[in-house]
């Protein structure tokens, strides 16, 4: 990996951010390429997401709804091991996330003046599920689980189909169709890419007559012709966010372990070519260390071509700092989508951040862990966006509702406060609203 010496430099935020390697996509670029899809689901439905998948992708499912059946076989031929697998996951996801639910509150202003706050799910949601090169199960975990906690009442699955001439004979992956039949969803959509979203957003008509219903919020990773078409839908749709590249930091000072480090570095590089790993170091032996193990590892990688080109991109390097104090500093600029702390004190480190998607702490909370079986979501922000935004969870799919509920006499005390501030705005009227409930 590259390596950046920030050592005996100011270390400003704004040095930093435009020091740290940071690669990700242009969405802008794209969008003008996924309008027309967008516009054409939109217009004529399923016809069109059927068409645009067997155009990019030489498939095309008979109907875009997946048969109950076919899901009921899909669980049924699951292999034991992954079964009991998804099973943990998912157990241990549903209890992390149900701590993680909302309580009405309400509060009492004066005799007769409440406000409460009303935690309302929303209502449908879709939930994208990518194919590409890696299978997602652990998706549909980390989707569901929360959507189902807060309380979604309808849920639908979209993910792409897989070759006909294949085993999976147009289908999603039979995994993806397990997953979501173990988590007791029944609706699952055979369409990928830019063209499931939009179809999520607008619906339509399947080709037997069933209806495709619209839903509120999109929620899910994809690839950047998924983030531009969830870009263009959030006018008619709710979405979580836009998804970049994947991303680790490591912040590590000289009791890491560097074949730990290297492991870790490596197991998010696999995701793809674009995919951001960083190490931030105090020592200067580890980071040797951590490149001579790399090279190492690299050797008995399965996605060696894929891995390489990914610790070799702009997006990943080594980052040397002065102190762990720096090294705070820097990560916190950095804002990762996953930061693992592999220090002295780790713990004492980790509350120290501000500005990570996810933290996991000391030598056995490997990345990997989140991505399973954690209970933790897997699902983050990405590209610095960890500065101001959370991962999915279980408020993702609430509402909160302000109920505002006062009598004759609790107005009346306040109309004179409402009048003079709707006056000193120029908006007389909005007093006059009050004013007349009080007219003898």
């Known amino acids: 990996m590259a390596r950046i010496d920030l050592r005996g430099t100011e270390l400003s935020a704004a040095r930093l951010r435009s020091a740290l390697p940071r690669g990700g996509v242009d969405v802008d670029t794209v969008v003008p390429k996924v309008r027309p899809i967008v516009d054409a689901v939109a217009e004529r439905g399923a016809e069109a997401a ?75 949601v879709g939930l994208y599920v990518p194919g590409g090169n890696a299978v997602y199960p652990s998706s549909v975990v980390m989707n569901v689980v929360p959507a189902q906690t807060a309380g979604v009442e309808s849920l639908v699955i979209a993910s792409p189909p897989q070759a006909q ?115 931030v170091t105090t020592s200067p032996e580890l980071a040797d260390a951590t490149d001579s193990e790399l090279a190492k590892q690299l050797e008995t990688t399965v996605h060696r071509e894929r891995v390489t080109a990914a610790l070799s991109g702009k997006q990943s390097a080594t980052v040397l700092v002065d102190d762990l104090d720096a090294g705070i500093r820097t990560v916190n600029a950095y804002a990762a989508e996953h930061l693992e ?28 862990l989140g991505d399973y079986c954690a209970g933790s979501n897997h699902v983050l922000p990405t590209a610095g966006c960890a500065r101001h935004s959370s991962g999915l969870s279980v408020q993702t799919f609430l509402r909160g509702v302000h109920v505002v509920d006062y009598d004759e006499a609790a107005l009346k005390d306040v109309s004179g406060y ?16 009050v004013r007349r409930r009080f007219e003898t």
């Open 165 to 279: 001439s294949g085993p999976y004979q147009g289908l999603p992956h039979p995994t993806i169709l397990a997953a979501a039949r173990l988590l007791g969803v029944d609706e699952v959509w055979a369409v990928g890419g830019a063209q499931a979203v939009a179809l999520l957003a607008y619906g339509g008509v399947d080709t037997d007559g069933g209806e495709l219903a619209p839903v509120d919020m999109i929620t899910g990773p994809g690839n950047i012709y998924v983030t531009a078409a969830k870009r263009i839908c959030r006018s008619q749709v709710g979405i979580d966010a836009e998804a970049g590249p994947t991303e680790i930091a490591i912040l590590a000072d000289h009791t890491a372990d560097p074949v730990h480090v290297a492991a870790d570095l490596i197991s998010q590089a696999e995701h793809d070519e674009m995919a951001a790993s960083v190490l």
């Open 50 to 124: 059927l068409e645009f998948g067997e155009s990019f992708d030489g498939v095309r499912p008979a109907q875009v709804r997946v048969p109950t059946a076919q899901l009921d076989s899909a669980l049924e031929e699951l292999p034991s091991d992954i079964r009991t697998a998804l099973e943990v996951a998912i157990d241990r996801a549903r209890a992390v996330h149900a701590d993680q639910c909302r309580t009405d509150s309400t509060t009492t202003l004066a005799p007769g003046a409440t406000v409460t706050e009303r935690w309302v799910p929303v209502e449908r």
């Open 418 to 433: 409402v009048i003079t501030l709707a006056n000193a705005e120029n908006l007389p009227s909005h007093g006059e609203a």
């Open 341 to 368: 702390i592999q220090t002295v004190d780790a713990r004492d480190v980790a509350r120290r951040i501000r500005s990570a998607g996810a933290i996991f702490v000391g030598a056995y909370s490997p990345v990997s």
